[in-house]
């Protein structure tokens, strides 16, 4: 497959600004996402399948919130009864490159999805997803997550389903319980619009697995 794909990486999970999108050929990408990176923790960069707009074509854009929490006299966050950290302020900061506030990552800001990325946690294992699929004759990159065998048999897996061209958002929305249905025990998350997924990680004791 020769199309060519656009992506968005987040420099991790809370990372909630548009400022690092790339194209590269279906190929390209599987290869990318080829080896495991190996790191003592899932928090790494994510991968989001999501094409969004930019300055150039956003009249109004909404921009990304950078939440500022208060601090006691020593430095340290002051929480409130339930634990959870008190905000102070939020601030919107100014993208240095363009001079103006950072596109927040939403699903209003997204053009259309390149591929269809699921999450998969338990109920089925990963031989069983490759079968299964490659049986309908699709064509998909698969690799294992962060937590896969850390429990005794709960195989924890990702699969990438690329699309023959961009799929609009709004159309992505309206298939959403249909894809969901498709996908059987995949994790609900695999339909959310803007949802970053971790790149291939895995701890040093797992990495033969």
């Not at 080829?34 to 930019?54: L, N, W, Y």
């Not at 699903?107 to 259309?112: L, M, N, P, Q, S």
Request: hydrophobic share 35%; aromatic share 10%.
């Amino acid at each position: 497959m020769d199309r060519i794909i656009h992506f968005t990486m987040l420099a991790s999970e809370l990372d909630n600004r548009v400022t690092d999108q790339h194209q590269l050929s279906w190929d390209d990408l599987t290869v990318m996402l080829g080896e495991h990176d190996i790191s003592d923790r899932k928090e790494v960069r994510m991968i989001c399948p999501a094409q969004f707009r930019t300055d150039d074509d956003l009249i109004a854009p909404e921009p990304a919130p950078l939440k500022v929490y208060q601090k006691d006299a020593s430095g340290a966050y002051v929480k409130d009864t339930h634990g959870d950290k008190i905000v102070e302020r939020i601030d919107y900061p100014i993208n240095p490159d363009t001079g103006r506030p950072y596109i927040r990552r939403c699903r209003e800001h997204a053009i259309g999805l390149h591929f269809l990325a699921c999450d998969f946690d338990n109920g089925i294992t990963l031989d069983e997803a490759i079968t299964r699929f490659s049986d309908l004759g699709l064509e998909f990159c698969f690799y294992t997550s962060f937590n896969h065998l850390k429990s005794d048999g709960i195989e924890k897996f990702r699969l990438f389903f690329p699309f023959t061209s961009m799929a609009p958002t709004d159309e992505f929305i309206a298939r959403r319980d249909a894809i969901c249905a498709w996908l059987g025990s995949a994790d609900r998350v695999s339909v959310a619009v803007s949802q970053g997924y971790y790149i291939p990680t895995c701890p040093v004791e797992r990495v033969h697995l």
